[in-house]
């Protein structure tokens, strides 16, 4: 959020902010995207203020290759490790690769509470070894 003015004790003349929308379902993803619009719009008419909704850029998701995701899946179980399925829409390369090549990712990173793309991202020396011992796993599976 950007508050204009950032002053202590003064009522904001002006506030701008994102909405980060995500969802597997491309018609889903949309509709939430509609509906957040329609809030914000709803919310400043009913308080006499000014609304601009812009939408600045929106990347729907790219399906995973079934087949791919399945032998990470088997590499990750392999290993005992537990597989978790996640809607991944930071930007990641396979959402342009996987336009037009079957694609798959792995995520390994369990602690940190979750946080990721910011900061206070960190990935342990042991899940960096999984990541790439499932990667390797899979990779050989893919081979033969």
């Not at 998701?61 to 829409?89: H, N, S």
């Not at 690769?97 to 602690?111: D, E, H, N, W």
């Not at 960096?128 to 990779?139: F, K, M, P, R, T």
């Amino acid at each position: 959020m950007e508050v204009f003015p950032n002053i202590p004790n003064v009522v904001a003349g002006e506030v701008r902010f994102t909405i980060d929308v995500r969802h597997p379902d491309p018609a889903t993803e949309l509709q939430l995207i509609e509906a957040a619009r329609q809030r914000c719009q709803d919310g400043a008419r009913t308080r006499d203020l000014e609304c601009a909704v812009e939408q600045q850029w929106n990347q729907l998701p790219v399906q995973m290759a079934p087949e791919l995701v399945q032998t990470v899946r088997d590499a990750i179980a392999a290993r005992g490790y537990r597989p978790v399925d996640i809607v991944a829409g930071a930007g990641h390369d396979s959402q342009l690769l996987g336009r037009k090549f079957p694609t798959a990712m792995i995520f390994t990173i369990t602690g940190n509470g979750g946080r990721s793309h910011c900061p206070d991202e960190y990935a342990s020396p042991e899940d960096c070894q999984a990541g790439v011992e499932v990667l390797a796993d899979s990779l050989r599976k893919l081979a033969y």
